[in-house]
Nanobody
Framework: QVKLVESGGGSVQSGGSLRLSCTAS?????????TGWYRQSGDKCVSISHIYSDGTTEYEESVKGRFAISRDRAANRVYLQMNSLKPEDTGTYHC??????????????????WGQGTQVTVSA
């Protein structure tokens, strides 16, 4: 069974930085699939950033210029570098990966592989 494992979360002050990692189990190539980062905060789940198999990236408007998604083929990881963090960035960050990106967290969970998440807390 393919699994995604997120890491790198933590507690930082406003203006700080974190780098999240999404690692796939052997046999599944993140490089050959579309992968996205999603933030769950209470009942709200937001699509944050995606990277497609051709390397194209997308960002949610509020994180443009602050967050950067990248991937390491050899390590089979996708990263999310988060700079200039704000309290509103607080939440559980999940990565999802598969043949298609869905902006809806529910569809992404149902149709693709979904990780358990890593907590990010940004204090004012």
């Amino acid at each position: 069974q393919v699994k995604l494992v997120e890491s790198g979360g933590g507690s930082v002050q406003s203006g700080g930085s974190l780098r999240l990692s999404c690692t796939a189990s052997p046999g599944y190539s993140l490089y050959n699939h579309a992968t996205g980062w999603y933030r769950q905060s209470g009942d709200k789940c937001v699509s944050i950033s995606h990277i497609y198999s051709d390397g194209t990236t997308e960002y949610e408007e509020s994180v443009k210029g602050r967050f950067a998604i990248s991937r390491d083929r050899a390590a089979n990881r996708v990263y999310l570098q988060m700079n200039s963090l704000k309290p509103e960035d607080t939440g559980t960050y999940h990565c999802g990966s598969g043949g298609q990106i869905y902006y809806s967290c529910d569809f992404m969970k149902e149709e693709n592989i979904w990780g358990q998440g890593t907590q990010v807390t940004v204090s004012a």
